[in-house]
């Protein structure tokens, strides 16, 4: 079945080390996304690619990178990680970054900041 | 800017009953509406997806309502079961900029038996 993977589901870091989350899709979507939701909250866009093009969310924090190396592969590098920054993060696909689309999304991975 | 409302945020009814859920916004220019289901710890996962120009969407025990004009849907679940139990989020993808999607903070729902 076509969809959405997410690498680890559980990750538990220390604060300020460096950490990397995994998405992969075989949708074959021309738009990946980044999501961050903490309890209770709506899911926060922190970015997104359209094709390769990168597209960063104004109130994003600069500790939060991403990278694209090809369509099926999209990662979130989060520089320092912070205690507010655990959370669960939300990776998503859409087909196309306009019209009558949907999003499609991956399990998650909760990351623990100790 | 767009704001996606869901109330109430929690909400408890016995096996059996009807669900209803809202989700109101305030920017009537969308390409669509999705509805979403999320389990405690998990990923989201769709439910329905309706179009600007539709006006309801349904499948199984699940129906969902679209008035863009007064900037409403209704989530309707048929005869509730415990394992519906779980939060429910709405999204509408915006049409004024490069489509991003709007959430709404979610419903959590709790089926007793």
């Known amino acids: 079945d076509a969809m959405v993977i997410q690498n680890p589901r559980y990750q538990v870091t220390q604060f300020g080390k460096p950490v990397t989350l995994s998405c992969s899709q075989t949708l074959n979507h021309n738009v990946m996304y980044w999501y961050q939701q903490k309890s209770s909250q709506a899911p926060k866009l922190l970015f997104h690619y359209y094709d390769k093009d990168f597209n960063n969310e104004a109130d994003t924090p600069d500790n939060f990178q991403s990278r694209r190396p090809n369509t099926s592969f999209c990662f979130l590098d989060i520089r320092s990680p912070g205690l507010g920054d655990a959370a669960m993060y939300l990776c998503?696909?859409?087909?196309?970054?306009?019209?009558?689309?949907?999003?499609?999304f991956g399990p998650g991975t909760r990351l623990t900041v100790t | 800017k767009q704001e996606v409302t869901q109330i109430p945020a929690a909400l408890s009814v016995p096996e059996g009953e009807n669900l209803v859920l809202n989700c109101s916004f305030t920017d009537s220019a969308i390409y669509n509406l999705q509805w979403f289901r999320q389990d405690p710890g998990k990923g989201l996962t769709s439910l329905l997806l309706i179009q600007s120009s539709q006006r309801e969407q349904t499948s199984g025990r699940l129906n969902a309502s679209l008035d863009k004009s007064s900037g409403r849907s209704t989530l309707y679940i048929a005869a509730s079961q415990p394992g519906d139990s779980a939060t429910y989020l709405c999204?509408?993808?915006?049409?004024?900029?490069?489509?991003?999607?709007?959430f709404g903070a979610g419903t959590q729902v709790v089926v007793t038996p």
């Open positions: 999204a509408v993808r915006l049409a004024d900029s490069w489509g991003k999607f709007q």
């Open positions: 998503a696909t859409s087909r196309d970054q306009r019209g009558a689309t949907e999003q499609y």
